[in-house]
């Protein structure tokens, strides 16, 4: 049976993620420079949400296809846009970590990159609150249908954009190298997040974030406090 493009463009993004996610680890003496440089703080071709005056920033590393990570994104994440993002406390930076099923990871992660950048965090967010949704698509034979409508809410309205967009090498290395910064980061659960270059261990309620982004700022300060509780080992998700 011949695959039609757009599933055939689907089906080739898992081969794309194999190699980084097996080898960056292990090549990690030779990856570039914008990738070492940036590992632990903003990058040039980072997604950024917020004020460039904030004084505190977090990175997070989050998969579309991660139950935990739509979890916190439906109920934690809009709390936090509007009482740190909003309020010009904090810049957040969301980098890209597809895991499995790798070709629906990497496909929702590639069409939200060929959106309009002011439009790129909206398709992440629609992929997180409808994850169920979309999976089971995927599940039932349904797949290119559902990934067809994130195609169309990312401004792409006919099915050769949408190939060419899955196809695009230009977005394979971006999120290889956001893969690659995960790894020298030492990322090991998601969502993952850095706060201000240091890795964040404690809980990631939006109540316990708003409590530390706020307090850090009214001190003046930009290091974590040592007394950061940390949060359930069986909290997060492990993709290894």
């Not at 003496?29 to 004084?55: K, Q, W, Y």
């Not at 290119?144 to 050769?160: C, F, K, P, S």
Request: with cysteine; charged share 20%.
């Amino acid at each position: 049976m011949k695959l039609s493009s757009t599933v055939a463009a689907l089906a080739a993004a898992a081969a794309f993620l194999i190699t980084p996610l097996g080898a960056a680890a292990q090549q990690s003496d030779n990856l570039p420079a914008r990738v070492i440089d940036f590992a632990m703080t903003t990058a040039p071709d980072d997604h950024i949400m917020g004020s460039e005056d904030a004084v505190q920033t977090m990175i997070i590393w989050a998969p579309v296809t991660c139950g935990h990570c739509a979890n916190w994104f439906s109920n934690e994440w809009p709390i936090v846009k509007s009482e740190l993002i909003e309020t010009g406390k904090l810049r957040v930076v969301f980098r890209e970590f597809p895991t499995q099923p790798g070709n629906l990871s990497m496909a929702g992660f590639r069409l939200a990159e060929c959106a309009p950048t002011e439009d790129y965090m909206s398709i992440i967010e629609y992929q997180m609150e409808n994850q169920d949704a979309i999976l089971k698509a995927a599940q039932e034979g349904r797949g290119e249908d559902a990934y067809r409508e994130i195609a169309r809410l990312a401004g792409m309205e006919t099915n050769a954009a949408m190939s060419s967009c899955l196809r695009n090498p230009d977005i394979t290395a971006h999120i290889v190298d956001n893969l690659n910064r995960a790894t020298l980061a030492e990322v090991v659960g998601v969502p993952a997040f850095l706060i201000n270059g240091q890795k964040y261990k404690g809980k990631s309620d939006a109540k316990t974030l708003v409590k530390l982004i706020t307090e850090m700022e009214e001190k003046g300060v930009s290091a974590l406090p040592d007394n950061i509780e940390p949060t359930n080992a069986h909290d997060g998700h492990d993709h290894k």
